[in-house]
């Protein structure tokens, strides 16, 4: 069968996508990634055929913030404090909370990371190579419009907990109480108009929950952290992949105490272009511990930083499935990526979440789990993260608790065995009639 991927247009969803994509081109499927222009080389360098659609997006932090207004509202991140699609606290789930996000959130970010342009482009292509299966990021409602323009099934393979679903699961509980007439939903609004243009309307092709949520969801997240959901789902053993890298000649050589890693990510740069957290700060908190911090930092980070502490390795990149092994402990700041690979590698963490829609409750699952410390940007000190970190290495139930998740991990099936499961569900949703790849 024809699979066509559709990823947000950022390194670090691409690479979320890559296994998956791998185990069913190994498989025998025709496999290609459309999103647009700014991660074709990150595509391209996976192995994978990349197919640009619409103009780049300007996401990467390479870009010049001041050339688009999306930049701009997410440095001003007072609406995210209010209207927080990652708030999770039940009482604080109320109508207008809920309506808020949806009113927020779609003409802010979806209508501006997913324009008129790329939707066109994706639906004509999907038209012309019709693929069987589209499988697309959550953060990118292009990948359903294309299917049901193109009678493909989909699926949205998750990048991290599953918050739209909930989202979704309780306003629609909200809107279903009210009359008709009263019923105000931005992103039904938004989509039906897409699918509109494209000739879509009517049951079965106008708008519907699955294009919010798809057929059916991939989850790489571990069942006992993902959010309690009643969407169809999927789970698959998270495969880190952390793009071309060479490994270092000392990652070899056995620590002589304990190493903690220590990194930003670059996901939250990607978007906004800057940290949140003080890396000085940060490397002040762990100068006097016993142990030996690898700091992944880029010359623009070093920069600001006066000499490092003996203790602190300082690298420009190294690949977290290589260097997590030989680690103890990871202090991080709540990235999908990252938490994934700590939870793999059964690594005690320290979270000091970027304010990031997602990575906040990320952080709060962890602790929950038993997994993790965390503490918000704007409230760390050096002797909190201290105290923190000092904890994680000493205190045993870490280590115990992210033994036993690593576990559910290792237990759970491998890209490369649910290539079966998604043939079947594909025979069971792709359109009637429609004559697909084989």
């Given at each position: 069968?024809?699979?066509?991927?559709?990823?947000?247009?950022?390194?670090?969803?691409?690479?979320?996508?890559?296994?998956?994509?791998?185990?069913?081109?190994?498989?025998?499927?025709?496999?290609?990634?459309?999103?647009?222009?700014?991660?074709?080389?990150?595509?391209?360098?996976?192995?994978?055929?990349?197919?640009?659609?619409?103009?780049?997006?300007?996401?990467?932090?390479?870009m010049?913030?001041?050339?688009?207004?999306?930049?701009?509202?997410?440095?001003?991140?007072?609406?995210?404090?209010?209207?927080?699609?990652?708030?999770?606290?039940?009482?604080?789930?109320?109508?207008?909370?809920?309506?808020?996000?949806?009113?927020?959130?779609?003409?802010?970010?979806?209508?501006?990371?997913?324009?008129?342009?790329?939707?066109?482009?994706?639906?004509?292509?999907?038209?012309?190579?019709?693929?069987?299966?589209?499988?697309?990021?959550?953060?990118?409602?292009?990948?359903?419009?294309?299917?049901?323009?193109?009678?493909?099934?989909?699926?949205?393979?998750?990048?991290?907990?599953?918050?739209?679903?909930?989202?979704?699961?309780?306003?629609?509980?909200?809107?279903?109480?009210?009359?008709?007439?009263?019923?105000d939903?931005?992103?039904?609004?938004?989509?039906?108009?897409?699918?509109?243009?494209?000739?879509?309307?009517?049951?079965?092709?106008?708008?519907?929950?699955?294009?919010?949520?798809?057929q059916w969801?991939?989850?790489?997240?571990?069942?006992?952290?993902?959010?309690?959901?009643?969407?169809p789902?999927?789970?698959?053993?998270?495969?880190?992949?952390?793009?071309?890298?060479?490994?270092?000649?000392?990652?070899?050589?056995?620590?002589?105490?304990?190493?903690?890693?220590?990194?930003?990510?670059?996901?939250?740069?990607?978007?906004?272009?800057?940290?949140?957290?003080?890396?000085?700060?940060?490397?002040?908190?762990?100068?006097?511990?016993?142990?030996?911090?690898?700091?992944?930092?880029?010359?623009?980070?070093?920069?600001?930083?006066?000499?490092?502490?003996?203790?602190?390795?300082?690298?420009?990149?190294?690949?977290?499935?290589?260097?997590?092994?030989?680690?103890?402990?990871?202090?991080?700041?709540?990235?999908?990526?990252?938490?994934?690979?700590?939870?793999?590698?059964?690594?005690?963490?320290?979270?000091?979440?970027?304010?990031?829609?997602?990575?906040?409750p990320?952080a709060?699952?962890?602790?929950?789990?038993?997994?993790?410390?965390?503490?918000?940007?704007?409230?760390?000190?050096?002797?909190?993260?201290?105290?923190?970190?000092?904890?994680?290495?000493?205190?045993?139930?870490?280590?115990?608790?992210a033994?036993?998740?690593?576990?559910?991990?290792?237990?759970?099936p491998?890209?490369?065995?649910?290539?079966?499961?998604?043939?079947?569900?594909?025979?069971?949703?792709?359109?009637?009639?429609?004559?697909?790849?084989?």
């Amino acid at each position: 069968m024809r699979v066509l991927f559709q990823p947000f247009a950022a390194a670090t969803h691409v690479a979320a996508q890559v296994p998956l994509a791998w185990a069913l081109r190994a498989a025998g499927h025709e496999v290609r990634v459309a999103t647009q222009p700014d991660v074709a080389e990150d595509i391209a360098r996976a192995g994978l055929t990349a197919v640009p659609v619409g103009d780049p997006l300007h996401v990467a932090a390479k870009m010049n913030p001041d050339d688009t207004d999306l930049v701009d509202e997410l440095r001003d991140d007072a609406w995210l404090r209010v209207l927080d699609p990652g708030e999770l606290r039940p009482e604080r789930l109320t109508p207008e909370h809920l309506h808020g996000v949806f009113a927020a959130w779609t003409p802010l970010v979806h209508r501006n990371t997913v324009p008129d342009r790329m939707i066109d482009d994706l639906v004509a292509y999907a038209r012309d190579w019709r693929p069987d299966l589209i499988v697309w990021d959550t953060m990118s409602y292009a990948g359903p419009v294309a299917a049901r323009a193109s009678g493909a099934a989909h699926a949205r393979l998750m990048f991290g907990l599953d918050l739209v679903g909930l989202l979704r699961e309780r306003y629609r509980d909200v809107l279903d109480r009210l009359p008709a007439e009263l019923r105000d939903d931005p992103l039904e609004e938004w989509l039906g108009h897409v699918l509109e243009r494209h000739g879509l309307e009517g049951p079965g092709r106008g708008f519907d929950e699955e294009l919010v949520v798809g057929q059916w969801t991939v989850d790489p997240v571990p069942t006992s952290l993902a959010l309690p959901l009643h969407v169809p789902r999927v789970p698959v053993r998270y495969v880190p992949y952390n793009g071309t890298a060479v490994v270092p000649g000392w990652l070899d050589e056995t620590p002589g105490r304990r190493r903690i890693c220590l990194t930003l990510g670059v996901s939250f740069r990607e978007v906004v272009g800057e940290d949140q957290a003080s890396v000085g700060e940060l490397l002040a908190a762990v100068a006097d511990l016993d142990v030996e911090v690898v700091a992944t930092l880029n010359a623009e980070q070093l920069a600001a930083l006066g000499p490092l502490p003996p203790n602190v390795r300082a690298v420009d990149f190294v690949p977290l499935n290589e260097l997590l092994p030989s680690c103890s402990a990871i202090i991080h700041h709540g990235g999908a990526g990252t938490f994934l690979t700590a939870l793999a590698h059964g690594v005690p963490q320290v979270v000091v979440p970027a304010r990031m829609w997602c990575n906040t409750p990320r952080a709060e699952r962890a602790r929950a789990a038993g997994v993790a410390l965390t503490c918000p940007p704007e409230e760390l000190t050096a002797g909190r993260l201290r105290a923190m970190v000092t904890r994680v290495l000493d205190d045993g139930s870490f280590a115990r608790n992210a033994a036993r998740v690593r576990a559910e991990m290792l237990g759970t099936p491998t890209p490369g065995e649910i290539v079966p499961t998604l043939e079947r569900l594909v025979a069971a949703h792709r359109s009637p009639g429609r004559h697909g790849a084989s």
